[in-house]
């Protein structure tokens, strides 16, 4: 159905679904004197449709034009700007989304439908939600001990098992501290994924006057809890020296 919904819009005209069986489907023009129709059924076992009928002519007054496009779901919106955001470093607001389907398909969007359809397209790149993300950061985490043995990882969660803070400095990280200079940078940088949250970083200068990254971490906030929580990590795992200096802005 979303290739039907792509090609309405992309032809100017709008249908409504006239019959819905799990073994078929018809669908019509939204203009009630309108001959156009459809008419598919599923293969047996497949996922896929054969139409079995197609009236392919309008028959509907040119001037009919609704306000708002029917098949312009969030869903469907998604579908259409997908390719744009492969790019992982594009910045993809959603009035652009809503510029896009105006030049692309004639189609006024609202915000929030933009905003919905940018999210599902982000989900469906994403193979999955934030949400499932974050369930399989337990497992990630154990596959990086796995295969990284010396690194040191810190999950915390809630009472309500949801996500407080996270933790990782690598043990070529852990290692590598003791050639370089005394000298720790920190900083954090607000993420913007749904839930937010903070990114916290610790680095320092190796010999080659190169940027060593020592350890990473995320949290709700750039708050003192957080900050506590991440350089208490920062202080375990690279140990107390009188000659250390931290550097923050």
């Known amino acids: 159905m979303t290739c039907l919904s792509i090609t309405s819009m992309r032809e100017k005209f709008q249908y409504k679904v006239f019959k819905s069986k799990p073994s078929f489907v018809v669908v019509r023009c939204v203009h009630t004197s309108c001959s156009w129709k459809v008419r598919a059924k599923k293969l047996v076992e497949s996922e896929y449709w054969m139409v079995t009928k197609y009236e392919k002519n309008h028959t509907c007054p040119t001037d009919f034009k609704p306000v708002r496009h029917r098949q312009a779901t969030s869903w469907v919106v998604g579908e259409c700007v997908k390719r744009i955001l492969i790019n992982p470093g594009r910045v993809y607001k959603p009035r652009d989304v809503m510029d896009d389907m105006k030049r692309k398909f004639g189609v006024d969007i609202s915000y929030s439908v933009a905003w919905r359809g940018r999210e599902c397209a982000y989900n469906n790149l994403r193979l999955g939600t934030p949400e499932q993300s974050y369930k399989l ?54 993420l913007k994924g749904k839930y937010r949250g903070v990114l916290f970083t610790a680095v320092c200068h190796d010999v080659n006057q190169q940027i060593f990254p020592l350890a990473f971490g995320v949290g ?30």
Request: with cysteine.
């Open 137 to 190: 950061l337990p497992g990630y985490l154990h596959m990086l001990m796995d295969t990284n043995p010396g690194s040191v990882v810190n999950l915390e969660v809630s009472d309500g098992n949801k996500f407080q803070y996270l933790f990782i400095a690598f043990v070529a990280s852990i290692h590598g501290f003791s050639y370089c200079r005394p000298v720790i940078s920190i900083d954090a940088t607000h």
């Open 220 to 249: 709700d906030s750039k708050n003192d809890a957080s900050w506590t929580w991440f350089l208490g990590r920062v202080k375990s795992v690279f140990g107390v020296n009188p000659a250390l200096i931290i550097v923050s802005d």
